[in-house]
């Protein structure tokens, strides 16, 4: 959160008297102005004002953090190494899901990841499959209906050969985190999340579960 900063001027404070203001020292003054306004942004240390939005955007991805490592039983230490990694709140989870199911440490995950496989490679190299990602669902939201065709194409027990795209892993590892966690349907938790910002979801989802 921003904090509002007061600019100090070392200005001599000793009382003098102060001779009557003319036009040539009110022009003085006047042209000074805009030299002081520029030196104050020269040095940066204009007074900011608190980015309420940035903050409260801040405040809800913590708190989906915490959430994600309480439901997967990791620690906080674990999340604030994860987010040095630029990985987005919605694969975090991921990441913490695909550790769960291998039983490995959540970075061992992560240094795959970063050598460039899918989701999908990831989880293959531990024998997890498409049948491990996938909600039940009465209805699939749009961003998940192509998923839910390739699904429907083929008996359960074939699951295992349905392709995922990374997205669609994201968004099946969050619907289940998020109906679990928040104790809402697994169709509502997907309708919230439905093509969109995870962090965003979980906060819509909060104001009426857990």
């Not at 006047?30 to 030196?39: D, E, F, K, S």
């Amino acid at each position: 959160m921003g904090l509002l900063q007061r600019i100090e001027t070392p200005w001599s404070w000793t009382a003098r008297p102060r001779p009557a203001a003319g036009p040539a020292s009110a022009v003085a003054r006047a042209r000074a102005v805009p030299l002081a306004v520029a030196a104050v942004l020269a040095t940066g240390a204009l007074p900011t004002v608190p980015d309420k939005l940035g903050a409260q955007q801040a405040d809800a991805r913590e708190a989906y953090l915490r959430a994600a490592a309480e439901h997967f039983d990791f620690g906080s230490g674990e999340v604030v190494v994860l987010s040095r990694w630029g990985l987005s709140a919605g694969e975090i989870s991921v990441v913490f899901f695909l550790a769960v199911q291998a039983r490995v440490a959540p970075d061992v995950v992560v240094a795959q990841r970063r050598q460039g496989g899918s989701w999908m490679e990831i989880a293959a190299g531990y024998s997890v499959h498409a049948g491990n990602f996938h909600v039940p669902l009465a209805e699939a939201p749009p961003s998940l209906a192509p998923a839910y065709e390739r699904f429907g194409a083929v008996e359960a027990s074939q699951w295992s050969t349905v392709p995922l795209s990374d997205a669609e892993v994201v968004a099946l590892v969050n619907v289940r985190f998020l109906s679990r966690y928040l104790s809402v349907s697994p169709d509502r938790a997907a309708q919230e999340l439905d093509g969109g910002d995870v962090v965003e979801g979980y906060r819509r989802l909060r104001r009426g579960g857990r």
